[in-house]
């Protein structure tokens, strides 16, 4: 389940302040809620009442020892703010003082703490001052990893010592009814007596490591006060790539598109190579939309879904959305849902840069790419599902890169160290001066 779901089911409010403790995964899952929050336009702060990794160490831009009025002015419009204080150890944070919190807090509409330490182990049971919980909180999660299952306990939980009191043995392999007993024991019976009426919730994070989670899950809840939910440290993506090919080539003189480069037409080398892409399990699905009954005809050859545009001279924008229709019967079941439109006249377009594009992309947690050369944006870009109805929206020969531009801060650019990867060939070029490197060497 995704984090915002669980959010949901735990029951919304108009401004959530969540304390995420525990371990497990405590970083990767605020990061995650708060990029996705950001997505849907809200303004999101981040931050620790103990430590957390810089911001640089994560990908991310920080306000670190930044005054309240510029972390305010950050949350003025829709993204991810970190903001904490510098620490001793140079490679994390510390929380904002008490009065800049709360001038900064003012401004966010959903706030995400990180107040709890673990020291990267994947359970944890609480020492006397943990943790620590600011007193606005109005959810607190507690955190689990699945890897700690089947384990012996010291070698996988934070706060042994404690952890041994709870069970009252020494040694103990850790079952799914020890984990639930330490956290309502450890974390639960004391955050209900000392924070009453905030809505506390169990994740198993890392729910992709087990056989059978919901037994898992059913045999933890046989031992808590509160319910307990399954999370996936990596949730599934659905790739799904549409090459646009119905294009009128009026500047070219001809049908660019068939235009044979080294004995091929043009189209058909990076169809050829979003193929490969396709069969090596690098994407989900591959859809071609074409007004050319040449080009749907080869596809169709090539065992590659082909759909037609009737009305081309709408322009770009009813081939993207023709091709997302018919790229959504290809969804993924509960997976998220990835868009990636190409336009079929860029021949030098390798298929090395696109896999490294997509692998960047996945690394990014950015729910928007493009490639880019000197940060000017080109083709291919890619979607998150949420912006399907935004593109859904587009008239006339207005593309993706619309939509691109009104959500800069989800960006993520992929710099390719040669610009002719991304030209299209509006006009025809001499065969005597065409680069050195041809599709052939793509």
Not at 165 to 187: C, F, I, P, R, W
Not at 193 to 201: E, H, L, N, V
Not at 414 to 438: S, V
Request: some cysteine; aromatic content about 8%.
């Amino acid at each position: 389940m995704k984090l915002y779901q669980i959010i949901e089911k735990m029951g919304n409010i108009e401004k959530p302040v969540i304390s995420f403790v525990g371990a497990g995964g405590k970083t990767s899952c605020i990061l995650e809620l708060a990029d996705d929050w950001a997505g849907r336009g809200k303004r999101v702060l981040v931050t620790t009442t103990v430590h957390m990794e810089r911001p640089e160490i994560l990908g991310r831009r920080g306000w670190i020892d930044q005054p309240a009025e510029n972390i305010r002015k950050a949350l003025e419009t829709p993204g991810v703010v970190i903001a904490g204080s510098a620490s001793e150890t140079p490679e994390k944070i510390r929380g904002l003082s008490e009065r800049i919190y709360f001038q900064a807090a003012s401004k966010a509409q959903g706030v995400l703490i990180e107040a709890d330490g673990s020291r990267k182990f994947p359970v944890k049971v609480p020492g006397k001052k943990e943790p620590v919980i600011r007193e606005d909180t109005t959810h607190i999660l507690i955190l689990a990893g699945a890897s700690a299952l089947g384990r012996p306990l010291e070698q996988v939980c934070h706060r042994l010592e404690y952890a041994r009191k709870l069970l009252g043995s020494g040694t103990a392999v850790l079952t799914g009814e020890l984990l639930g007993k330490l956290l309502e024991k450890g974390y639960v019976e004391p955050l209900k007596r000392q924070y009453p009426g905030r809505k506390i919730a169990v994740i198993l994070n890392q729910q992709d490591l087990l056989k059978d989670p919901e037994k898992v899950r059913a045999r933890m809840e046989a031992g808590l006060s509160v319910p307990v939910f399954l999370h996936s440290r990596e949730e599934k993506k659905g790739i799904h790539m549409i090459l646009l090919a119905a294009g009128f080539s009026r500047r070219f003189g001809e049908n660019k598109l068939l235009y044979p480069i080294k004995g091929k037409p043009m189209y058909l080398w990076t169809m050829e190579r979003l193929k490969e892409i396709q069969e090596e399990g690098l994407a989900d699905s591959l859809t071609v939309v074409s007004q050319y009954e040449e080009i749907i005809k080869e596809a169709a050859r090539q065992g590659i879904f082909g759909v037609k545009n009737p009305r081309s001279e709408r322009g770009i924008s009813s081939s993207l959305q023709i091709g997302l229709k018919a790229a959504e019967s290809h969804k993924c079941g509960e997976a998220e849902d990835y868009y990636m439109f190409f336009v079929a006249d860029q021949p030098f377009l390798r298929k090395k840069t696109v896999e490294n594009f997509l692998a960047d992309f996945e690394k990014s947690g950015k729910k928007i790419g493009c490639m880019s050369y000197g940060k000017v944006p080109g083709n291919p870009v890619i979607f998150h599902e949420r912006f399907v109805p935004e593109l859904m929206e587009l008239r006339g020969d207005t593309g993706g890169k619309r939509v691109l531009k009104k959500h800069m801060e989800e960006v993520f650019f992929y710099e390719t160290e040669d610009p002719g990867e991304l030209e299209d060939w509006d006009t025809k070029k001499d065969p005597g001066t065409e680069k050195a490197k041809t599709p052939m060497q793509a």
